[in-house]
C-alpha cells in the first residue's frame, strides 16, 4: 500500500469519528412484530393494493345527476322509444255510460263530434286548429285542443305476403269518441264569428260536428241529459225487471 492510498484511509477514518461525535440520532422504539393471520398462505397470497393517486378522476356530465331519482340515461324532455309497433285500436267507449269530456271546461265554445267515433291523424288536427287561427286573425283569443296525437299508424303495400311484419310506420293519429269535444276557445269576439271559424274547421276534418257552448248540458252516448232526461234513467235498463211488474200489481199500502 503506498502514502497515497494511506492517507485517503487515514481521512475517512477521521471524518467518521468527527462525525460520531458530533450527530446524536434520535432513539428509536422498539415495535412490536406484526400481526399475522392464521392463513399464511392466503395472507401473502393476496394481491397488493395499487397506490392511491391524488389525481382525482374527470366526471362525465351523464354520471353527475345529484338531484335526480331516475337513472341516468332517461331524459323526460325526450319522447320514450316504444319497445313494439303500437296498436291502431278502436276508441273507447264505456259500456255503463260516461258523459266525461262532452262540455266545455277551458273555453267559452267548442266543437263536438256528433256522428261516431273516428281515428283524426296529426294533419288533420293541425290543419283545423290553422283554420280557426287564420279566420280568427287579428282578435284577442285563446285557442285549446283536447286530444294529441299519440298513436303510431302503420301500413303495409297492397298484396304483400304474409308474414312481413307489420310495416312501416306512416302518420300518427288520434281516438276520438263519440259526443267528444275536440277543439275550444275562449274570445271576446262574436258568437257568429267564432261558429263561422268551428264550421270551417268542421269542414277539414271526418265525421259530423256541432257548435255548442259553455253551461250546455252534457252527453252521454249520443243523448244530451236534460232536464226530461236525467243521467240515472239513462242507466236503467229499458226493459222493465220482473220485480218491477209484480210491484206494480201489488194494492197500494194504507
Same mark, same amino acid.
Given at each position: 500500500?503506498?502514502?497515497?492510498? !494511506? ?5 475517512? *477514518? %477521521? ?53 335526480? %331519482?331516475?337513472? =341516468? ?16 285500436? +278502436? ?6 255510460? *260516461? ?30 286548429? $290553422? ?5 280568427? +286573425? ?6 285549446? *285542443? ?8 302503420? $301500413? ?30 275562449? *274570445?271576446? %269576439?262574436?258568437?257568429?264569428? =267564432? ?16 257548435? =255548442? ?5 252534457? =252527453? ?9 232526461? !236525467? $243521467? ?11 220485480? $218491477?211488474? !209484480? ?8
Amino acid at each position: 500500500m503506498d502514502n497515497r492510498t !494511506t492517507l485517503q484511509v487515514n481521512n475517512q *477514518s %477521521s471524518k467518521q469519528l468527527w462525525l460520531d461525535k458530533t450527530m446524536t440520532f434520535p432513539r428509536i422504539p422498539v415495535l412490536s412484530p406484526p400481526r399475522v393471520s392464521r392463513c399464511v398462505f392466503c395472507a401473502f397470497s393476496r394481491p397488493l393494493a395499487p397506490a392511491k393517486s391524488t389525481h382525482r378522476p374527470r366526471l362525465h356530465r351523464q354520471q353527475a345527476s345529484p338531484f335526480s %331519482s331516475s337513472s =341516468v340515461q332517461q331524459n323526460w324532455l325526450l319522447p320514450v322509444k316504444e319497445a313494439r309497433a303500437t296498436v291502431k285500436g +278502436r276508441p273507447r267507449i264505456a259500456k255503463g255510460g *260516461s258523459t266525461r269530456g262532452t262540455t266545455v271546461i277551458w273555453g267559452d265554445y267548442g266543437l263536438r263530434l256528433r256522428s261516431h267515433d273516428r281515428r283524426i291523424t296529426a294533419t288533420q288536427l293541425r290543419v283545423g286548429e $290553422e283554420v280557426v287561427k287564420r279566420r280568427l +286573425r287579428g282578435t284577442n283569443f285563446r285557442f285549446f *285542443s283536447r286530444f294529441a296525437a299519440d298513436i303510431a299508424v302503420y $301500413e303495409k303495400p297492397q298484396e304483400s305476403r304474409m308474414g312481413t311484419g307489420k310495416g312501416k310506420f306512416s302518420h300518427w293519429a288520434c281516438r276520438l269518441p263519440v259526443s267528444r269535444i275536440l277543439f275550444e276557445l275562449s *274570445s271576446n %269576439s262574436h258568437e257568429q264569428v =267564432v261558429r263561422d271559424a268551428f264550421r270551417l274547421a268542421a269542414a277539414k276534418l271526418p265525421g259530423l260536428w256541432e257548435f =255548442v257552448k259553455k253551461g250546455d248540458p252534457p =252527453v252521454m252516448g249520443i243523448t244530451p241529459l236534460k232536464t226530461a232526461t !236525467t $243521467e240515472s234513467d239513462l242507466r236503467r235498463p229499458r226493459k222493465k225487471l220482473p220485480l $218491477e211488474h !209484480t210491484a206494480q200489481r201489488l194494492p197500494g199500502s194504507t
